[in-house]
């Protein structure tokens, strides 16, 4: 590994530590075969004990999962000539062979533009994926499909069904044999505890007590009374993947390594040059990394959200519209920079995860940046999509690109 300095970048992830963005992080930057920096910085956890952080720490991906393990996954499916994308998913989902549903496809839940809602407790409801997709199937389109894109956890609890449904395994097999250990991924999945005997030190701790759920729920109106108390080291912080999918969803509860994410960017920046054609074809790649959304108010991927250099709006903010009721006031209403800076090319893609995760992946300049935190283990709530945006700027200075 040549182990590049990258002083500007880590100076940024060093303020952050310092205003108590966030306790710990670990980053990594690579380009397309070589990992070029790797350094963790502050606490795994700061209670009940301080721990420092370490490069080989595990963290809570959250909705990272979207484009790591569920997209992954179908578009592998896709690449094996299992299914295409403009199937509708009532061809694999009976349940939803129904007047409101049956024209929605892979394609539309890829993007976020289905009308689902973005957002739901369903755990307040279900407590199976059957129940699960009885509730979802239930609560209809809040929108034409295709007529916007509005970021929704649970379209992707639909997709990670399917995935099952296609390949006949659990989704926890299935990205463990399509993606993860393909790519030579071996400290990534999901249950970490049970799935790779992960030791529970290397755990990075979240928040305690499900706080931001429970204060979700109470502002829609609903109760729950199976809270897991305490901190949950190797379960979702996401509610509807702990409690409505046994840690087990399209939309979260995957775990892994910042090495582990350069590898996954990698493996695409292999596959968009088409240096390697085993994980996705180049076709398939691009197509993936492509916008499906023009001229709606936000530009998507099969997965992925793609590179714009203005600021996120309160319109088009990765909390949408139809789940901000559920939410605080302010900083949440406020815009501010993309999470990947300005200085990434044009063709450049990524994804965060409410837990304070980030991976970027910049084609044109061969380039792949994870930035992990774990930002819900402080009482100090800042947006870290600035810190994000300023570390990303500032690799690329580094690096002199």
């Known amino acids: 590994m040549t182990q590049l300095h990258l002083a500007n970048a880590w100076g940024v992830i060093q303020e952050g530590l310092a205003c108590e963005a966030f306790p710990g992080a670990a980053v990594g930057v690579a380009s397309s075969n070589e990992v070029l920096f790797l350094k963790a910085g502050g606490f795994s ?18 909705s990272l999962t979207k484009p790591m393990a569920t997209a992954a996954a179908l578009l592998r499916l896709v690449h094996l000539g299992r299914l295409s994308l403009n199937e509708p998913v009532s061809a694999y989902i009976k349940e939803w062979r129904r007047p409101g549903l049956s024209h929605i496809t892979i394609r539309h839940l890829l993007t976020h533009t289905s009308g689902l809602p973005a957002w739901f407790p369903l755990y307040t409801k279900a407590a199976n994926q059957d129940e699960v997709l009885t509730q979802i199937s239930k609560l209809g389109l809040v929108y034409e499909t295709g007529s916007r894109v509005e970021y929704s956890c649970l379209g992707f609890i639909v997709l990670g069904i ?9 989704l926890s097999t299935a990205c463990k044999e399509l993606v993860f250990s393909p790519l030579g ?21 979240n928040e305690a007590d499900n706080l931001v759920e429970k204060s979700m ?28 999918m046994e840690g ?7 775990f892994s390594t910042a090495r582990d994410l350069l590898i996954f960017g990698q493996a695409w920046l292999n596959s968009l040059s088409g240096r390697k054609k085993e994980f996705l074809s180049p076709s398939l790649a691009w197509a993936a990394v492509s916008n499906h959304t023009p001229g709606l108010n936000s530009a998507r991927g099969l997965g992925w959200m793609l590179f714009r250099d203005t600021l996120i709006t309160q319109e088009e ?44 992946i910049d084609p044109e300049k061969d380039l792949v940046m994870t930035l992990l935190t774990n930002r819900l283990h402080t009482k100090t709530k800042m947006d870290l999509n600035t810190i994000r945006a300023r570390f990303h700027n500032a690799v690329i200075t580094d690096l002199g690109l």
Request: proline share 10%; hydrophobic share 35%; with cysteine.
């Open 317 to 360: 903010m990765s909390l949408p519209p139809s789940m901000i009721p559920y939410l605080t006031p302010p900083p949440y209403l406020t815009p501010s920079p993309r999470s990947s800076g300005e200085l990434l090319s044009k063709k450049a893609f990524g994804h965060t995860g409410s837990t304070g995760t980030s991976l970027w």
């Open 162 to 170: 399917l995935v099952e449904r296609v390949s006949g395994l659990t």
């Open 185 to 205: 991924m071996k400290e990534t999945a999901y249950l970490p505890l049970e799935t790779l005997k992960v030791d529970p030190e290397r755990l990075v701790f």
């Open 45 to 62: 956890r700061i209670e009940p004990s301080q721990r420092p952080m370490h490069q080989d720490d595990v963290f809570d991906l959250a």
């Open 248 to 254: 087990i969803s399209g939309n979260a509860g995957l």
């Open 217 to 244: 729920i109470q502002r829609a109106g609903f109760s729950f009374s199976n809270w897991q108390e305490g901190y949950r080291v190797g379960t979702p912080n996401d509610g509807n993947a702990c409690y409505a």
